[in-house]
């Protein structure tokens, strides 16, 4: 796991007070924090030991011995982080030419991020119940919504049964007649919309194997699902609207379209190229017919 200090910025808002303390000292004083035992530690950060344990636990970290090596494995290396520069905020006075560049910027990093976030091993698990579900049920409201029909189109491209509406009482009544040989995957990047969260439960009920594309940190979702994709807390949750967690649950549903496409290889190549070639055809004869009229 790389990006140690970044990860306790991620998880940073939602830590409890004493946690926070821990998360605050160690991301103040990095290169002091490795030289420290826990008990040292404890007493710089004005907390206690049990709540770094918790913190490194909450991370995913194997307690505090393993945190404080891979802050040591990052203290120390030459590399700098993408994350030690702020990104300027845009203003009404702000030009053309920087809005571009501050948007390339805050998408660039916030893509990057994915990869400190994202845990293989829950990949290779999500990837194998997609590919074996009779169903496969998408829940998603808004932003997410978009997210949740380009997943839809990608998984029948492949050949699965992936079902998306955007009708949210809709998706609640589908959940229901869910079983456990089926799937739901909720995005919401909060973790808190309640039609979302409500599918979730509805299909848990029946022990459908709930999988969440939500920001790292901690929420509702994460903790309601039995498999969590997480993407960077990038945006504040009372946004004008979703910009690179938009692209971030975007690239999680690219992620999964390539893993599940290279491990269905045999069975999904030639569906992909008959698709493709019903669909140009489809195209290209509205074409004729409008050239034509």
């Not at 169903?135 to 949740?148: D, K, N, P, Q, T």
Request: charged fraction near 20%; proline fraction near 2%.
């Amino acid at each position: 796991m790389e990006g140690c200090l970044y990860l306790i910025k991620q998880f940073a808002p939602n830590l409890s007070p004493s946690e926070r303390k821990a998360a605050d000292y160690l991301v103040a004083y990095p290169a002091q924090s490795v030289q420290l035992g826990i008990t040292a530690l404890a007493e710089s950060a004005g907390t206690s030991s049990a709540a770094i344990i918790r913190l490194a636990n909450r991370m995913g970290f194997k307690g505090f011995s393993d945190l404080r090596m891979r802050l040591a494995k990052e203290v120390f290396s030459s590399e700098k982080s993408q994350n030690d520069s702020l990104l300027p905020a845009i203003s009404s006075t702000t030009s053309t030419d920087d809005i571009v560049k501050t948007m390339v910027g805050i998408t660039r990093e916030s893509v990057a991020g994915i990869e400190k976030v994202i845990d293989r091993g829950v990949l290779e698990s999500v990837v194998e119940i997609i590919k074996n579900a009779h169903h496969v049920l998408i829940s998603g409201i808004g932003a997410s919504g978009v997210v949740a029909t380009d997943l839809q189109q990608k998984l029948a491209r492949l050949g699965l049964l992936a079902v998306y509406t955007a009708d949210s009482d809709m998706q609640v009544v589908q959940s229901c007649s869910l079983d456990k040989e089926d799937a739901i995957i909720a995005i919401s990047y909060s973790g808190e919309t309640g039609d979302v969260l409500k599918v979730a439960k509805e299909a848990k009920k029946n022990g459908t194997p709930v999988i969440a594309i939500t920001r790292i940190g901690g929420n509702s979702l994460s903790k309601l699902a039995d498999f969590n994709l997480f993407v960077p807390n990038s945006e504040s949750l009372f946004r004008q609207g979703a910009t690179s967690s938009r692209i971030n649950r975007l690239l999680v549903v690219d992620i999964l379209y390539a893993m599940i496409l290279t491990r269905t290889h045999d069975q999904t190549a030639n569906l992909i190229k008959r698709t493709w070639e019903a669909v140009s055809h489809v195209s290209g004869t509205f074409g004729a017919r409008h050239e034509t009229t």
